[in-house]
Nanobody, 125 residues
Framework: QVQLVESGGGLVQAGGSLRLSCAASGRTFSIYRVGWFRQAPGQEREFVTAITLSGLNTDYSDSVKGRFTIWRDNAKNTVYLQMNSLKPEDTAVYFC??????????????????WGQGTQVTVST
């Protein structure tokens, strides 16, 4: 089992920044990739970004590319998400998730085996 705990959410004005953290514990050696997803009220869970634990591969959704950055600190078993130039449409609950397989469809939520509880990000106008 893998446990994931997100932190760092909050309320920020448009144009501001936040940094989210995803701390993993348990069988972390089984993790191949960590992804961030977000879900706004009444909407489906949406892929944001993902990183392999080797750090060699990252990917971003078009909506956040150039504004968000993902990186990992394997020594701390933590993945970070730096969010800059935030927009009101970025408002959502942000979840981190872990995948133990090298899936080519890592942008789909159903691929991930473990999920955190989520952290709220609210961007005001």
């Amino acid at each position: 089992q893998v446990q994931l705990v997100e932190s760092g959410g909050g309320l920020v004005q448009a144009g501001g920044s936040l940094r989210l953290s995803c701390a993993a514990s348990g069988r972390t050696f089984s993790i191949y990739r960590v992804g961030w997803f977000r879900q706004a009220p009444g909407q489906e869970r949406e892929f944001v970004t993902a990183i392999t634990l080797s750090g060699l591969n990252t990917d971003y959704s078009d909506s956040v590319k150039g504004r968000f950055t993902i990186w990992r600190d394997n020594a701390k078993n933590t993945v970070y998400l730096q969010m800059n130039s935030l927009k009101p449409e970025d408002t959502a609950v942000y979840f981190c998730a872990a995948d133990s397989s090298d899936s080519t469809i890592y942008y789909l939520a159903r691929v991930y085996d473990y999920w955190g509880q989520g952290t709220q990000v609210t961007v005001s106008t």
